[in-house]
């Protein structure tokens, strides 16, 4: 299937399904069999190789706290084997997160990823948030610790 | 000047000059005249448009708390007009910044940076860093706050 344009239309198509409707279904038209998390400082999963059915598990549990979110997709830089998208994600905090009770607040974080694709299957990625952003502003308004 | 595959030759030579090795004069020889930090989160000239003295005095005040600083680039993917580089960083904490003292510690650190070219000159970039786990060494060893 079809080199780096076609890849951007397929990871356009993916990121609105799955990440953010939240399809979990949609995985199996997107998602290689092994799918390998070769570096994501932060993400629960980072360094994993997952099968589908892990895959669904990661994207219900990291939806479950932030269930509006969305990815903005600011630009797509690709080549054959490899898409890199950069992004702005903005997301309601309804959910508990280890140490941070749901707070009800907008959160926004900005982030790229280099996502891995054969044939048209995404087999990977490669990726880095802005987690201290979001960690400054989930402390807002906690009483200050040092 | 050259298109794409020109473009990441001219990058390592930056990287290699610039930040590696600290050669301050070389900026005139990569750097537009006005560079734009698009989107830099946690670094103190995010959102400026510098010129080259601008650019040097930036260069200068971040290398100094980590003069043997490395960038060894791990992946690069162009189109005209941009090139993204994902690296891997690595220094010795060598001077003070702001709440933490020289610790004399390795750091390590990852990211992912848009670079906009034009004619073969960088005119900005739009960057995301690894920050919170750079802050997680940092922290170590301190007398925890919480």
Partial sequence: ???PSSDKTRLVRFIDAVWNTGD???V???IADAYTLHHDPGDPWDGQVLDRAA???RLRRSRAPFPDQRF???????EPGRVVMTWQWTAT???DLPGFPATGRTIRMSGATVY???DGWFTGHWQIADRLGVYGQLRQGRVPDS
């Fill in 1 to 3: 299937m079809g080199g």
């Fill in 24 to 26: 979990v279904a949609a």
């Fill in 28 to 30: 199996d038209h997107y």
């Fill in 55 to 57: 895959y669904k598990d």
């Fill in 72 to 78: 903005a997709i600011r630009d797509l830089v690709a």
């Fill in 93 to 95: 905090h309804r959910g």
């Fill in 116 to 118: 891995y694709v054969d």
